[in-house]
């Protein structure tokens, strides 16, 4: 079943550049997708066009049969709760409680005087615990989220994003400022939870070889069009070598 139908695509910024040219591309329920391409080759902006992050110069994206690109400032807050985004950069409140970071996840949920005063519900919270527990941070859960190490931080961040119960994840170079060892960890439990809980999950990555190890699919991007699109023994070194080829510019 498809979760994501995205036709042709384009997306060309204010300043003239072009970022996404005229790309479609079916998402099945249940793919552990990456795309993979070189810097500027336009991945954040096929995953921000997907939450209408970023508004899309033309073209469609069906998200479970709903149009993404035209829906109303109601339907996008409907639509964007169950589509989980964790970022490089974590985007997490640092001065508030690790807990409290996972809680917000419910927000999109709530009515926003609820949501200000953080009046969560006591099945919110037994969830917020049981999130903790699965991404191994319940002894943390009091300590303000900036005090946190990388790793840490970006599993409060998975673990906030399955707070919303989301039918899908996007993640946006989730371990780019981490390092191998702790890369590694991040990559296992979002593959592994994605995996259990049926979550379909989109991942922008940098590093081929750790694409390789988890994606059910690989898209290739270059120069804001898909010019792989496979799976991860499909991906031979001269299609990685053509993906982070620049055309030349005559
Ligand atoms: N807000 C913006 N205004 C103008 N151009 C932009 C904007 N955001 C991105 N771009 C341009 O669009 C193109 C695609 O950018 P995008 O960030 O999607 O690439 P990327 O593959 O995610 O790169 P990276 O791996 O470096 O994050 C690039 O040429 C970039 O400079």
């Given at each position: 079943m498809e979760i994501l139908e995205i036709q042709n695509l384009t997306k060309i910024y204010?300043?003239?550049?072009?970022?996404?040219?005229?790309i479609s591309f079916n998402v099945k329920k249940g793919e552990f997708a990456i795309i993979i391409g070189s810097s500027g080759a336009g991945k954040s902006t096929i995953l921000r066009s997907i939450n209408r992050l970023v508004q899309p110069t033309s073209g469609s994206i069906l998200f479970q049969n709903k149009e993404i690109t035209t829906s109303s400032k109601g339907e996008l807050r409907k639509i964007r709760r169950e589509m989980g985004m964790i970022f490089q950069g974590f985007h997490l409140i640092k001065r508030v409680s690790v807990l409290k970071n996972v809680l917000h996840g419910r927000l999109g949920y709530m009515n926003s005087f609820k949501g200000a005063i953080g009046a969560f519900s006591k099945e919110d919270e037994e969830a917020a615990w049981s999130l903790l527990e699965r991404v191994g941070l319940t002894d943390q859960a009091?300590?303000?989220?900036?005090?946190?190490s990388g790793g840490q931080q970006q599993r409060v961040a998975i673990a906030r994003a399955l707070a919303q119960k989301p039918a899908l994840i996007l993640a946006d170079e989730p371990i780019a400022s981490l390092d191998p060892t702790t890369s590694e960890t991040i990559m296992n439990y979002l593959y592994q939870i994605c995996h259990e809980d049926g979550i379909t999950c989109i991942v922008n990555l940098h590093q081929v070889e750790v694409a390789k190890r988890y994606a059910t699919r690989i898209l290739g991007v270059q120069q804001g069009t898909i010019i792989f699109d496979g799976s991860a023994t499909e991906l031979s070194d001269s299609e990685i070598q053509h993906i982070y080829q620049k055309k030349l510019v005559v």
């Open positions: 204010k300043d003239g550049t072009t970022a996404l040219r005229d009091y300590k303000r989220a900036g005090e946190l």
